[in-house]
């Protein structure tokens, strides 16, 4: 089945600054990438996600790039903002299943 | 807004302990899940239900079991409670054919 690896598992970034989180899959099947965002005392919502006919998507000051060749996928925040600060997790759709396959969660810290 | 209430915030019990976590939507969403969240290592699903009366095993199911009597309630069960049990739970649901799944808040479980 799927298998999803997320680094870093912690990351701290200056307000203003970029934050990258990637993850890796070994299912060159699966299809489907969300990214979802925990805010303390929270369960998780989506933010964005992506398909595999796409290398890109945008939403304001997030993107997510998609390598299928590589399989690995990258959330990108730009301009980051204190209530960015949350854990993030990556996940992958089995293509077996349909189960989401979630990554380990990355805690993103944004000072100001 | 999709509204998903897991019963309770925060629970302490005793090993051996019967536990129930319930879960429930307001949504007529088909499919719910049952994941729990530990440090370092991600949401792993436990159970998830297509239908009423309807379970599959995620990927870690021992020592936990489940019922969906009714469309908008998901129970997880510990038949025995043990420490190692001891995690945050998270239920979610989504729509028939469709990837987006919403989570609950989330309740605390503590086995002593």
């Known amino acids: 089945g799927e298998n999803v690896e997320q680094h870093p598992s912690t990351l701290s970034v200056q307000e203003g600054d970029s934050a990258v989180i990637k993850c890796t899959y070994s299912?060159?099947?699966?299809?489907?990438f969300p990214w979802y965002k925990q805010e303390l005392g929270k369960g998780p919502q989506l933010i964005i996600d992506?398909?595999?006919?796409?290398g890109e998507k945008k939403d304001q000051r997030i993107a997510v790039t998609l390598n299928k060749t590589a399989k690995h996928f990258s959330l990108h925040i730009t301009e980051t903002q204190p209530e960015d600060s949350a854990v993030y997790f990556c996940a992958a759709r089995d293509n077996q299943g349909g189960k989401l396959i979630f990554g380990q969660g990355t805690e993103l810290s944004v000072k100001p | 807004d999709v509204k998903v209430t897991q019963s309770s915030r925060y629970l302490v019990k005793r090993t051996g302990e019967k536990v129930f976590l319930e879960c429930v939507q307001d949504m007529d969403h088909e499919n719910m899940f049952w994941y729990r969240q530990d440090p370092g290592l991600g949401l792993r699903l436990i159970y998830f239900s297509y239908d009423v009366k309807m379970k599959e095993k995620g990927d870690i199911p021992e020592g936990y079991s489940v019922s969906r009597e009714k469309k908008e309630r998901f129970s997880l069960i510990l038949e025995s409670a043990s420490t190692n049990q001891t995690s945050m739970y998270l239920c979610?649901?989504?729509?028939?054919?469709?990837?987006?799944?919403?989570f609950g808040a989330g309740t605390r479980l503590s086995v002593l």
């Open positions: 299912d060159s099947a699966s299809n489907y």
């Open positions: 979610a649901l989504a729509e028939r054919d469709k990837n987006i799944q919403y």
């Open positions: 992506i398909r595999s006919n796409v």
